[in-house]
C-alpha cells in the first residue's frame, strides 16, 4: 500500500526524502548550463547554486563520471581531484545558505563524438547503432563551439562493463568526501543507461541485452555500487519511460518502468525522478494509470519534473501521484522560486539564448524579490 503519511500535502509541506529531511517540496531540476570550460566548477557555479539554496533540494546539473563519458563540452566532471574540490566548494556554498544538494551522475553513451572523446576515440554504447538526428555539443579546433552531429559508436565489450560500474562508484566515493547530501543516477533522456534499457538501441546478446531483465542489469549494478557509498536512502534515479529522443526507441517501456520500480523499491532508493521533457521535439504522454500504478510499486518518493506551474505541482500532490515536484527553467530564471511561488507573485522570464555557455549573464544576475543578487556575500 503507498505511504500516505503526507496525504495532500502542500508545496511547502517538509518532505522526508529517503533519510534526508526537506523544507519543502519545490525541487531544482537538473540543468545543463555549459559554463565549465575546464570542467571544474567554481566561484561562479558557487554563487549560481547558492542563490537557489532555498529549493527543498538542489539536483545539480549533469556531471560526467570518466572522460570517456562525456558528451557535451564545458559541462563538469567528478574523476579529478581538481573536479571534486571545486564540487566541494559548491556543496559548502549551498550549505552555507541553509540548502541541501544532490549530484547527478552523467554517462552519455553514444550522444558523442571523437572530438570529446579521451585520444579521438569513438564513443562507447550497448550497440555499435549511431542516434538519428542526435548532437552532441563539441569545441571545435578554432576555440569556438556548438551542436555537433554524433558519431557512431562502438559497442562495449562485455568484460569492460564492470568498468564503467566502477566509475559510477568512484564518481559516487568524490560526491561523498565533496560534502553532497545524496546522488542521483541519471538513466533518463536516451544516455547511456537509457540505451542499455531500450529495445531500439540495445541488441546485444550477453548478460546485458535481450530479456527485460538483462537489459536493466546495468542499471541496478550501477544503483547498487552508487548505494554502497552512499546507503539507498540517499540515492535517487531519473528516468524518461516512454520517451523517443536522439533516435532511441524501445517496445517495452511500461514494463521496464514497472521492472525497475520493483526492483528498486526492494533495494530501498529514496525516489525515483521521472522526467517528462518537452525540449529538442520530444513530447511524452504517459498511459492511464501509470501513475497511481507506479504509487502502488515503489514505496519511496516519487517526483515529477517537466514544464510544471506551482497550480500543475500542487494538483499532482492532490491527486498522490507525487511527493514533489521538480522545475528547470522557473529556476534558471528565479533563485527564490520558492519564495515566489508562497507568495504568488510574478516570475522572471528566462532568457534562452543564455541558457548555454557564457558567464554571469543569464546565470548568476537574474533578481530575487528584493532586487538582490549575490547572496552568497
Partial sequence: M???????????TPLQLGSLSLPNRVIMAPLTRSRTPDSVPGRLQQIYYGQRAS?????????NISPTARGYAYTPGIWTD???AGWKGVVEAVHAKGGRIALQLWHVGRVSHEMVQPDGQP????SALKGEGAECFVEFEDGTAGPHPTSTPRALETEEIPGIVEDYRQAALRA?????????????????????????TNLRTDRYGGSLENRARLVLEVVDAVAEVFGPARVGIRLTPFLELFGLTDDEPEAMAFYLAG??????????HFNEPDFAGADITYPE??????????KGRLIYCGNYDAERAQARLDDNTADAV??????????DLPERFRLKVALNEPDHSTFYGGAEVGYTDYPFLDNGHDRLG
Avoid at 55 to 63: K, N, P, Q, V
Avoid at 263 to 272: F, M, P, S
Avoid at 326 to 335: E, Q, S, T, W
Wanted: net charge negative; aromatic share 12%.
Fill in 82 to 84: 581538481e573536479q571534486e
Fill in 176 to 200: 561523498r568526501r565533496a560534502g553532497f547530501d545524496m546522488v542521483e543516477v541519471h538513466a533518463a533522456n536516451a544516455y547511456l543507461l537509457n540505451q542499455f534499457l531500450a529495445t531500439g
Fill in 55 to 63: 529549493a527543498g533540494l538542489i539536483i545539480s546539473e549533469a556531471t
Fill in 263 to 272: 526492483e528498486l523499491d526492494r533495494r530501498g532508493l529514496a525516489y525515483l
Fill in 326 to 335: 521538480a522545475f528547470g527553467r522557473p529556476f534558471i530564471a528565479n533563485p
Fill in 123 to 126: 564513443p562507447v554504447a550497448p
Fill in 2 to 12: 503507498p505511504d500516505t503519511s503526507f496525504s495532500n500535502p502542500g508545496l511547502f
Fill in 289 to 298: 494509470g501509470f501513475r497511481e500504478q507506479m504509487r502502488q510499486r515503489f
